[in-house]
């Protein structure tokens, strides 16, 4: 049997090393993954398929690890338009943005979304979590549903639809996606009725009572963020790390609550700036910058074992 042979899978590695794995040394693992994946996005490519049985955990001749991406068949060029999801990523390991997009497609003026290097990210830091926590720990509760079920809830950006639809018979002229994407700008930062009547006029509309729409559209509009379902997920993320937590001590919880925060962050921006057409890489290099000040607080309690 060759070397190559022996090596296993992450997911393969992290069961047979379950309660044995350091956090500080998957960490540094996973960070030195993400310069890999950094290459292929460099060369214009996504990988499409990222995932812990993607990744394995190669033995190196000193005795370290090292983390080595495999499986490049779902590979894409960033750009293309993504005409069919099921074309990349095992369903759970697929971004927000793609799931919102399928479902926004409805409207005539929403095009399909197009390979974007957050897509990848989103799959690793899927990956990570799932690592990181205990095999039987479910974060988006999606082990549980359907495809169906999953694709529903994390496509319902219930802000989103109700913006569009509302947008839809107010104004049913609209042609392109632009003017929402102001709109909700506008109304998720609560620019005021200025700025909310501003995108109005620039697309040749009037509005009567911009003032009276505009509070009414920023109460709505905030009150169905906090109902959507996508927050529910949220809190199940906290309250799965909490008990993830609960059989360690106070400092794992600090270190658990703050990569939970991290993709938290992901997730948020993956919900608002897949609409807002967004991302840029600087979003990115902070999520890096997160992760080493996590690293660093490991280090200073001295290591933590899952
Ligand atoms: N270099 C390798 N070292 C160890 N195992 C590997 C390697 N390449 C593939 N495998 C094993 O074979 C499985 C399938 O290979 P993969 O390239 O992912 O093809 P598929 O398209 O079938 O998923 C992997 O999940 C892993 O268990
Ligand atoms: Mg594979």
């Known amino acids: ?35 890999g994946i950094y290459e292929i996005h460099r060369q214009g490519r996504i990988h499409g398929d990222i ?8 033995k190196k001749l000193d005795g370290t690890y090292q983390l080595v991406l495999i499986d490049f068949g779902y590979s894409k060029k960033i750009g293309k338009l993504i005409d069919n999801p099921n074309s990349i990523y095992t369903w759970w390991f697929r971004c927000w943005r793609m799931f919102l997009n399928e479902y926004l497609r409805k409207f005539p003026f929403v095009k399909p979304v197009r390979i974007s290097p957050i897509m990848d990210l989103w799959a690793f830091f899927v990956s990570m979590l799932h690592s990181f926590s205990d095999r039987s720990i479910d974060f988006l509760g ?4 359907t495809q169906e079920q999953a694709r529903q809830v994390m496509s319902e950006n219930s802000c989103a639809l109700w913006l569009m639809e509302k947008m839809n018979k107010l104004v049913f002229q609209i042609t392109d996606i632009s003017f929402i994407k102001q709109i909700y700008f506008v109304l998720l930062n609560k620019q005021g009725p200025e700025q909310f009547l501003k995108i109005f006029n620039s697309f040749g509309f009037t509005l009567d009572e911009p003032e009276k729409m505009y509070a009414e559209y920023v109460e709505e509009f905030h009150k169905l963020r906090n109902e959507s379902p996508i927050f529910g997920h949220v809190k199940s993320i906290f309250n799965q790390t909490r008990m993830c937590c609960d059989k360690k001590d106070a400092d794992i919880s600090t270190i658990l609550s703050a990569m939970t925060e991290l993709f938290v962050e992901i ?23 997160k992760l080493k000040e996590i690293l660093k607080m490991i280090d200073e309690i001295g290591g933590i074992y899952f």
């Open 1 to 35: 049997m060759s070397e190559h042979q022996g090596d296993l899978t992450l997911s393969e590695f992290l069961r047979k090393n379950k309660g044995k794995c350091h956090l500080e040394l998957l960490i540094t693992l996973f960070l030195n993954l993400l310069d």
């Open 142 to 145: 999606f082990r549980s549903k």
């Open 267 to 289: 997730l948020r921006d993956g919900a608002d700036l897949s609409l807002l057409d967004a991302l840029g890489m600087e979003h990115i290099e902070s999520w890096l910058v």
């Open 51 to 58: 995932k812990t049985a993607n990744i394995i955990c190669m």
